[in-house]
T-cell receptor, first 115, second 113 residues
Framework: NAGVTQTPKFQVLKTGQSMTLQCAQD?????MYWYRQDPGMGLRLIYY???????DKGEVPNGYNVSRLNKREFSLRLESAAPSQTSVYFCASSETPGQGVYGYTFGSGTRLTVV | SQKIEQNSEALNIQEGKTATLTCNYTNYSPAYLQWYRQDPGRGPVFLLL?????KEKRKERLKVTFDTTLKQSLFHITASQPADSATYLC????????????FGAGTRLAVHP
């Protein structure tokens, strides 16, 4: 099925370990996003990529890096995981702003626990 | 700072009734507002979008209103069904053109048979 695919679905890390969350979309969308969702706080934007080759910080970028590998793939890296990064991470994509306004398509999420 | 408020308490209603969810925002004038549905363990699913110059938008049993004076959107589900039980999120564009959405924490709706 067309959509946004995230891997892995679950991950447990020890404090200080690193990992990369993978995201791929097959809808030919230009824009991609990484959010984290914590109880009672709503989704918060970590990083986004308006188009291939560009990335920019969202509201909570500290402790994360991203790579827009090509038009399909947008990865999120935790260099040195901390317990405060325990969360559910969602990747999303959308059509290019300016050509209309579109809703996001979200992946099913990665549930990350840092111990 | 920009802030979106949704009722944190769950809304419990009887099947067949109309569910009304509220989204209030401060310190911002968004060009449009979106509503999403999220089921447990799943990612949000886009439902509806309404622009600042639109008072009301409908899609099947769903209706959204947008009052830029009150800084409020109302989301209605008519003839509600147990399958409508989920958390509903509202989201605003925060960047005036780059489609960077800021989300509310959501309101959980439970429709009882």
């Amino acid at each position: 099925n067309a959509g946004v695919t995230q891997t892995p679905k679950f991950q447990v890390l020890k404090t200080g370990q690193s990992m990369t969350l993978q995201c791929a979309q097959d809808m030919n969308h230009n824009s991609m996003y990484w959010y984290r969702q914590d109880p009672g706080m709503g989704l918060r934007l970590i990083y986004y990529s308006a188009s291939e080759g560009t990335t920019d910080k969202g509201e909570v970028p500290n402790g994360y890096n991203v790579s827009r590998l090509n038009k399909r793939e947008f990865s999120l890296r935790l260099e040195s995981a901390a317990p405060s990064q325990t969360s559910v991470y969602f990747c999303a994509s959308s059509e290019t702003p300016g050509q209309g306004v579109y809703g996001y398509t979200f992946g099913s999420g990665t549930r990350l626990t840092v111990v | 700072s920009q802030k979106i408020e949704q009722n944190s308490e769950a809304l419990n209603i009887q099947e067949g009734k109309t569910a009304t969810l509220t989204c209030n925002y401060t310190n911002y004038s968004p060009a449009y507002l979106q509503w999403y549905r999220q089921d447990p363990g799943r990612g949000p699913v886009f439902l509806l979008l309404i622009r600042e110059n639109e008072k009301e938008k409908r899609k099947e049993r769903l209706k959204v209103t947008f009052d830029t004076t009150l800084k409020q959107s109302l989301f209605h589900i008519t003839a509600s069904q147990p399958a409508d039980s989920a958390t509903y999120l509202c989201a605003l564009d925060r960047s005036g053109g780059y489609n960077k959405l800021i989300f509310g924490a959501g309101t959980r709706l439970a429709v009882h048979p």
